[in-house]
C-alpha cells in the first residue's frame, strides 16, 4: 500500500522554464510533507517543506503548493537549471500524533529531474 | 551539512553472513534513523530511535536489528545477510519529532 505517491518516473525540461513536480498521498493523517533533492552517490537534501495549515510555501526558485482536499502537492522550480538534474522525492509525516509520530517520514518512488540547456 | 558519516560506504558480502551497518553523527539530535532505497520504491523506513536505547520498528523491519547505545552511534545489523538485502541503505537525524530529518551518505551494500 503505496501511501505516498509519484506517478511521473521522470520529467525532461529545458533550462530557464518551470518544472513542476506531482505528488499524491493518501493517509489523511499526514499533516506535514517535505522535499528532498537526491544526486547520484549522494543522500537526499532536503529542499523545502510545508505544514497542512499552509496551502504554499516559497523558498527561492522552490515553492511547494499543497492541496489538501485533493490530497496532492506539487513542487514548482522557476526557472530550472542544469544543476537541477537529479531524483526528487516527496515525503510525508503525521506530526500532530506527537509522540507516537517519532516524525517517521513516508516517501514518495521519486521523480528524475533532466534540465537539458 | 549535518554531521552524519556512515561507514562502510560500499560492502560486498556473501549470504548467510552477519553484517552492521554503522552510523556516527556529531550533532547531538536525539532521533535517528535507517532507511533503505531500491529503485520503484523510494526510500523505506527500516528501524528507528527516539533516545539512547530506544528504538522501534519501521515498515521494512524483518531481517534487520538495531542498536543505540549512546547518542551519537546507531548501528544496523543484517544478522544473516541475503541477497534481498542488497540495497543502499541510509541514516538519518532530526532534532525532535517534526522536525526536518537530515541524511548521511548512504552505504552501498551488495549481498552475493
Known amino acids: 500500500d503505496q501511501q505516498v505517491k509519484q506517478n511521473s518516473p521522470s520529467l525532461s525540461v529545458q533550462e530557464g522554464r518551470i518544472s513542476i513536480l506531482n505528488c499524491d498521498y493518501t493517509?489523511?493523517?499526514?499533516?506535514?510533507f517535505l522535499w528532498y533533492k537526491k544526486y547520484p552517490a549522494e543522500g537526499p537534501t532536503f529542499l523545502i517543506s510545508?505544514?497542512?495549515?499552509?496551502d504554499k510555501n516559497e523558498d527561492g526558485r522552490f515553492t511547494v503548493f499543497l492541496n489538501k482536499s485533493a490530497k496532492h502537492l506539487s513542487l514548482h522550480i522557476v526557472p530550472s537549471q542544469p544543476g537541477d538534474s537529479a531524483v526528487y522525492f516527496c515525503?510525508?509525516?503525521?506530526?500532530?500524533?506527537?509522540?507516537?509520530?517519532?516524525?517517521?517520514?513516508?516517501f514518495g518512488q521519486g521523480t528524475i529531474l533532466t534540465v537539458h540547456p | 551539512d549535518a554531521g552524519i558519516t556512515q561507514s562502510p560506504r560500499h560492502k560486498v558480502t556473501e549470504t548467510g553472513t552477519p553484517v552492521t551497518l554503522r552510523c556516527h553523527q556529531t550533532?547531538?539530535?536525539?532521533?535517528m534513523y535507517w532507511y533503505r532505497q531500491d529503485p520503484g520504491h523510494g526510500l523505506r523506513l527500516i528501524h528507528y530511535?527516539?533516545?539512547?536505547?530506544?528504538?522501534d520498528k519501521g515498515e521494512v523491519s524483518d531481517g534487520y536489528s538495531v542498536s543505540r547505545s549512546k547518542t551519537e552511534d546507531f548501528l544496523l545489523t543484517l544478522e544473516s545477510a541475503t541477497s534481498s538485502q542488497t540495497s543502499v541503505y541510509f541514516c538519518?537525524?532530526?532534532?525532535?519529532?517534526?522536525?526536518?530529518?537530515?541524511f548521511g551518505p548512504g552505504t552501498r551494500l551488495l549481498v552475493l
Open positions: 538519518a537525524i532530526s532534532g525532535g519529532g517534526g522536525e526536518t530529518q537530515y
Open positions: 493517509n489523511s493523517m499526514f499533516d506535514y
Open positions: 510545508i505544514s497542512s495549515i499552509k
Open positions: 515525503a510525508a509525516s503525521a506530526i500532530s500524533l506527537g509522540g507516537t509520530s517519532y516524525g517517521k517520514l513516508t
Open positions: 550533532e547531538n539530535h536525539r532521533y
Open positions: 530511535s527516539y533516545g539512547v536505547k530506544d528504538t
